[in-house]
C-alpha cells in the first residue's frame, strides 16, 4: 500500500523523544527527505558531493595527491556526475593507505572516537575510523526504517547475535551461553525515544535453546543475522502460536526471496531487510511496500558501475559504490563494497522518492572470486528448498551449502529425523534443471552439528574460493554497538 507525507507523520506520532532530545529536529528532517521531489534530490546530492571534494581537496592527503596526478581541480567535480572522474577507493587502499584517508589536523568534530573494523576475504581487516556522529546517524536511519516496517516503539524488541554484539552485563562483562543480555529501552534508538525493553541472547547457543528462549520470553520483534533467522524459523515447522512475533529483521547476509518466504511462513510476520557496511553505517533499507532498497542520501550516495566503470542500465546489475557523507574522521569516496546491486527503473511503488535499486547480491561475499554458475546453483538449491512439500522439509532445521576448490559442492543438513529419499530427489533434480549445467556434482550429508566460525557470525553459502575472514566487529569508545 503507498504512503505518503501526512501517513509518515501519523506513524512518527508513536515515536516519542525523551525530553532531553525534544528539541531535536533530526528525525522529522530525514522524514521529509523521504518524500523531495527527485529533482530536488539530486540537487542536494550534487552540492553535497561538490563540497565533500572540496574539503578532501584541501585537507585529506590522499585525496589531495589523488586530484594532482589526474590533473583535476576540485571545481570539476560539481556532482554526482563528475565522480567518475576519479577511481573507484578499495578495501586494500583504506587497509594501506587509511592514513592518508584522515584530514590534516582535524577539527574537534572530526575527531575519532571509536573505530569500526570489518573482514576482508583473506582476514585481513579494514579498519575505518568514526565520530560520535556516526553512531547518531546510525540512530536516525535505524528509527526511519523501524517506522517503515511499523514496529511499535512501546513493545519489546529481541534479538540473537554474537555476544560482542549485545548489551553486556551489568559488571561489563559479555554474556555467556544461556544468559540473556537486558536493556530498559531499545539499543540506539532508546536514547532518543522512549521505548519498551530490549532482551538479547548469543548465537552461541544451540538452535534448540534460541527456540526455547523464543518461546519463553515472547519479544514482540526480533533482529538476528539473516541466516540465523532462517534456521530458528525451521525450527518451528507446524506450529507458531507459542512465538508471538510481530516482526523481525534478518541482517549482515543476503536474504533471499526464497529465504524470506521461508521465515514468513514459519512466523507469519512480514520480514524487514537492511543493507549496510561497517566502514559506512546504514547504506540503503528495504521497502516493505515496494520491495527494493531506498538508500540513506543523508549518509551516503550509491554508484552501480559495470566492469569498465560506467554507469548501469535499468535492469543491469554491476558493482556497488559508495560515497560516504557522515564521517569525517576518514573520508571514503566511491569505495567498492565488493557487492552487486540491479538499478532500479522509474519510481517506487510505496511513493517515496529516495533513491533505490532493485536487488542485491554477494552480501559480505566475494562473489568475484567465485567460479561462473555458483550463483546459479545456489539460487537452484533455494528454489528446491521453497518446492519441497511440507511433509518432506518437516525434519530440516540447519543447512549449509559448501563448494570445494575442485568444482564439487556439498549439502550439510541437521534434521530431527531421517530425510526421505525424496527431499535427496527434489534438491537433486532441481540442481540439474535449473543450475548452470556445468556439471558440478552435489553431495548432500546429514551431520549432527554445522559449527559457527570462529567470529560467531553463520554463512549458510561458504566456498573455498571465498574464505571467510574474522569476524565483524566494532568499537568504541563510549558508545553502545549499533544493531
Known amino acids: 500500500m503507498p504512503t505518503n507525507l501526512e501517513l509518515e507523520l501519523a506513524e512518527q506520532s508513536r515515536w516519542r523523544l ?18 523531495l521531489a527527485p529533482d530536488e534530490h539530486r540537487r542536494r546530492e550534487n552540492a553535497t558531493v561538490a563540497a565533500l571534494i572540496r574539503t578532501v581537496a584541501a585537507r ?3 585525496y589531495r595527491n589523488l586530484l594532482k596526478r589526474l590533473r583535476t581541480e576540485p571545481g570539476d567535480v560539481r556532482g ?3 565522480l567518475a572522474i576519479l577511481p573507484p577507493l578499495t578495501r586494500t587502499e583504506v587497509q594501506e593507505r587509511g592514513r592518508e584517508l584522515q584530514p590534516d589536523n582535524p577539527a574537534p568534530q572530526e575527531r575519532p572516537t571509536g573505530t569500526v573494523r570489518t573482514s576482508g576475504s583473506t582476514g585481513k581487516p579494514v579498519v575505518v575510523l568514526i565520530t560520535p556522529r556516526v553512531f547518531q546517524m546510525f540512530a536516525v536511519f535505524k528509527q526511519r526504517e523501524w517506522r517503515w516496517f511499523r514496529f511499535d516503539p512501546s513493545l519489546r524488541f529481541g534479538s540473537i547475535r ?4 549485545l548489551p553486556p552485563t551489568q559488571d561489563g562483562k559479555l554474556i555467556n551461553r544461556g544468559q540473556a543480555s537486558h536493556l530498559p529501552y531499545w539499543p540506539l534508538v532508546g536514547v532518543y ?6 532482551i538479547g541472547f548469543s548465537n552461541r547457543n544451540s538452535i534448540e535453546a534460541q527456540a526455547q528462549w523464543l518461546r519463553e520470553n515472547r519479544p514482540d520483534y526480533l533482529l538476528m543475522q ?3 533467522l532462517e534456521h530458528l524459523a525451521l525450527q518451528f515447522p507446524d506450529d507458531r502460536r507459542d512465538v508471538g512475533l510481530k516482526g523481525c529483521l534478518g541482517i549482515s547476509q543476503q536474504l ?7 521465515i514468513e511462513r514459519a512466523f507469519g510476520v512480514p520480514v524487514g531487510e537492511n543493507y549496510g557496511l561497517n566502514e559506512v553505517g546504514l547504506v540503503a533499507t528495504r521497502c516493505p511496500e515496494g520491495g527494493r532498497y531506498h538508500v540513506h542520501t543523508e549518509n551516503c550516495f550509491v554508484e552501480i558501475v559495470d566492469k569498465e566503470g560506467n554507469p548501469c542500465r ?7 559504490l559508495v560515497t560516504s557523507f557522515a564521517n569525517p574522521a576518514q573520508r571514503l569516496i566511491r569505495y567498492d563494497a565488493d557487492d552487486l546491486a540491479q538499478v532500479a527503473e522509474g519510481p517506487c511503488a510505496c511513493g517515496r522518492t529516495l533513491p533505490s535499486f532493485a536487488g542485491l547480491r554477494g552480501r559480505y561475499r566475494r562473489t568475484s572470486l567465485l567460479p561462473p554458475g555458483t550463483w546459479e546453483y545456489w539460487i537452484a538449491f533455494q528454489m528446491a528448498l521453497t518446492r519441497m512439500p511440507h511433509d518432506v522439509s518437516r525434519p530440516l532445521r540447519q543447512y549449509q551449502l559448501h563448494q570445494f576448490k575442485d568444482g564439487r559442492f556439498e549439502l550439510r543438513l541437521v534434521t530431527t529425523a531421517p530425510l526421505s529419499e525424496q527431499f535427496e530427489s527434489v534438491i537433486q533434480d532441481f540442481w540439474e534443471k535449473e543450475g548452470p549445467g556445468t556439471g558440478a556434482p552435489l553431495r548432500i550429508v546429514t551431520v549432527e552439528e554445522i559449527p559457527l566460525p570462529a567470529g560467531g557470525k553463520f554463512q549458510n553459502f561458504t566456498s573455498d574460493f571465498a574464505p571467510l575472514g574474522p569476524e565483524v566487529a566494532m568499537q568504541s569508545a563510549s558508545t553502545p554497538v549499533p544493531s
Open 80 to 82: 554526482v556526475a563528475d
Open 193 to 198: 525515544f522512549r521505548t519498551g525493553p530490549f
Open 314 to 320: 535499468p535492469g543491469e546489475w554491476g558493482r556497488i
Open 256 to 262: 533471499t526471496d526464497e529465504m524470506r518466504a521461508r
Open 226 to 228: 539473516a541466516a540465523e
Open 60 to 62: 585529506v592527503p590522499y
Open 162 to 165: 554474537p555476544a560482542d554484539d
Open 18 to 35: 525523551r525530553p532531553e532530545w525534544s528539541n531535536a529536529d533530526w528525525f522529522d528532517r530525514v522524514l521529509r527527505n523521504e518524500f
